[in-house]
């Protein structure tokens, strides 16, 4: 596959940007030597510079369900930008969206939109200690919320030797420039383990103002919830005064068309959406019942943001809710058969080829990882038993057969609903080649 054209780019960005682009996991760290830069994405398809072809699975980590340019985001796009571009005032599309995600979301009356989920979790957080007066946030190990100094602890892959002891883990700072009073009221606790939150909620519950969770882990490829775990967690934040913070960022609108709380049959206190709401546009959202939201009323607890409702990516928002909702929410039934398929297909290629790689999925959301345990259920077991280096080689030998597999080796691909029948096939395909040459 021809890469000139990108190398040619990478040598003027690294001269005008750090890595040659504006994120870690899109740079070289990632896409050794340089990454490909795209130029066009349509369908299910991406362009690189070098007009390179690729089926895309990871659609821009989760933020486009209907894959990319669909002809009716595109044309809402085209005919309001003629209209203006941000106002910074109350709009009409602000309350539409607002409405239909209410009328989706039974858990939830009141939303407020913000730009990205980080700045959601922000928010939800800051929410929590306002209307509890407690200061203290339990996390769970594995789970990332974003770049926000006070849950940045314990997200990526560590030595398992460096985690302490699951009753105890250790707080593992993510990032230099990180004061150690930003994450002193901020625990730490192993995920997927029901004793381990009752402990922690008994030792600690006076003082914790929120649990915050992904529905499922996927910051560490993808990690599905324990039967009944969920519905454990929320029972016991209920029990001892804490109240039940479920981060949808990913699963929102992706998993189910009321997120992972629909999945798994969850009432949360907050929630927070991103990623799939925007449709590739700069949408966030936090999002709860009255008694919870009112406490950002007039700035009681502050939100504020130049750029929230942006105008352009709310109008790309509701036009997405409405496609997917389309014949009974046939959008979200498509995702999810495409996931299921491509998961059972690749563990069987796997199989074939005498590969140790599992698939494990939430619906549309699918990652191989290469591991001799039969099933990953944790944040340890994917620290002490996936190999990410075997994974990077995978994925690059998926991207040069014209399959983009995200090379972030701790994430996972998806589905959306432009992926046809051909593509899951020609992946398959190029999955067995990409494991016969590993082997």
């Keep these: 596959m021809n890469s000139e054209i990108s190398k040619q780019y990478f040598d003027r960005a690294m001269k005008v940007l750090v890595e040659g682009c504006s994120s870690a996991s899109r740079g070289p760290m990632n896409y050794a030597p340089y990454p490909a830069y795209i130029r066009e994405g349509k369908g299910a398809r991406l362009w690189d510079v070098d007009g390179n072809e690729y089926i895309d699975w990871q659609l821009s980590f ?6 990319h340019a669909h002809p009716k985001i595109v044309e809402i796009v085209q005919e309001k930008v003629a209209g203006g571009t941000h106002f910074a005032t109350a709009l009409e599309v602000e309350v539409e969206t607002a409405e239909l995600m209410v009328d989706m979301l039974p858990h ?3 939303v407020r939109f913000a730009n990205t989920g980080t700045e959601a979790c922000m928010t939800g957080v800051r929410m929590a200690r306002g209307i509890t007066g407690k200061r203290k946030v339990l996390k769970f190990e594995g789970h990332y919320h974003g770049w926000y100094d006070g849950l940045l602890v314990s997200s990526n892959p560590q030595p398992v030797t460096t985690l302490g002891h699951p009753n105890d883990p250790v707080r593992i700072p993510d990032s230099s420039g990180l004061t150690p009073g930003s994450w002193e009221d901020t625990l730490v606790c192993v995920w997927n383990d029901a004793d381990a939150l009752e402990r922690m909620l008994k030792t600690h519950g006076h003082e914790i103002a929120c649990v915050v969770m992904e529905g499922a882990m996927s910051n560490m490829g993808v990690i599905p919830p324990k039967p009944g775990y969920l519905q454990q967690v929320q029972e016991m934040c209920r029990a001892h005064d804490v109240l039940f913070y479920l981060d949808e960022t990913v699963t929102g609108f992706r998993v189910a068309p009321g997120g992972a709380a629909e999945l798994y049959g969850l009432q949360p206190d907050i929630v927070t959406y991103g990623k799939a709401l925007g449709q590739g546009f700069p949408v966030a959202a936090i999002a709860g019942p009255d008694h919870i939201m009112e406490s950002i009323e007039y700035g009681k607890v502050l939100h504020y943001g130049s750029h929230n409702a942006p105008r352009l990516g709310l109008y ?71 190999d990410l280096a075997k ?20 994430l996972h691909n998806l589905s959306c609903t432009a992926h046809t029948q051909a593509d899951i096939d020609r992946t398959i395909e190029a999955a067995g080649t990409a494991l016969e040459q590993l082997s």
């Excluded at 989760?62 to 894959?67: D, I, M, R, S």
């Excluded at 496609?323 to 498509?334: H, I, L, S």
């Excluded at 996931?339 to 080829?353: I, M």
């Design 316 to 386: 790309a928002a509701k036009t997405m809710l409405e496609e997917m909702r389309r014949d009974n929410n046939a959008g979200w039934t498509r995702l999810n058969q495409i996931g299921e398929e491509v998961t059972q297909r690749l563990n069987q290629v796997a199989r074939d080829c005498g590969q140790n790689m599992r698939v494990q999925n939430v619906g549309s959301m699918f990652h191989p990882v290469f591991t001799d345990l039969e099933q990953i259920s944790g944040y340890r077991d994917f620290c002490q038993h996936v």
């Design 391 to 410: 994974y990077g080689r995978f994925s690059s030998l998926m991207r040069e057969q014209g399959v983009f597999f995200t090379g972030n080796r701790i």
């Design 108 to 110: 939830v009356d009141k």
């Design 62 to 67: 989760g933020c486009l369900p209907l894959g």
